[in-house]
Nanobody, 117 residues
Framework: QVQLQESGPGLVYASHTLSLICTVS??????????WRWVRQPPGKGLEWIGY???????DCSPSLKSRTSISRDTSKKQVILHLNDVTPADTAMYYC?????????WGQGTQVTVSS
């Protein structure tokens, strides 16, 4: 059974870069057809898709975040990595990673990130 664990700093200062790691167990991040997504939920708001890295290494990001976002991976460590540059307090949210395989989503527990000005 796949398990995803997000990790990163709980507090980031404005204009800095947020870096989060999603560590995967019970599955391979290069499994054909799998997409590894980052999603966030600001306080009091709905889920917002950030982007993904696919099994083949291709990536895509939300147009609203694309200029500040990069998603990469370390296949040897089975980790998916999110970098979000030039953060503002509006980036304060619970951040989740999820595996999308054949339209079935498996979620991590999430990690809270607060951006302080």
């Amino acid at each position: 059974q796949v398990q995803l664990q997000e990790s990163g700093p709980g507090l980031v200062y404005a204009s800095h870069t947020l870096s989060l790691i999603c560590t995967v167990s019970g599955a391979d991040i290069t499994t054909y057809g799998s997409y590894w997504r980052w999603v966030r939920q600001p306080p009091g708001k709905g889920l917002e898709w950030i982007g993904y890295i696919a099994y083949d290494g291709n990536t895509d990001c939300s147009p609203s975040l694309k200029s500040r976002t990069s998603i990469s991976r370390d296949t040897s460590k089975k980790q998916v990595i999110l970098h979000l540059n030039d953060v503002t307090p509006a980036d304060t949210a619970m951040y989740y990673c999820a595996r999308d395989l054949d339209w079935n989503l498996s979620w991590g527990q999430g990690t809270q990130v607060t951006v302080s000005s």
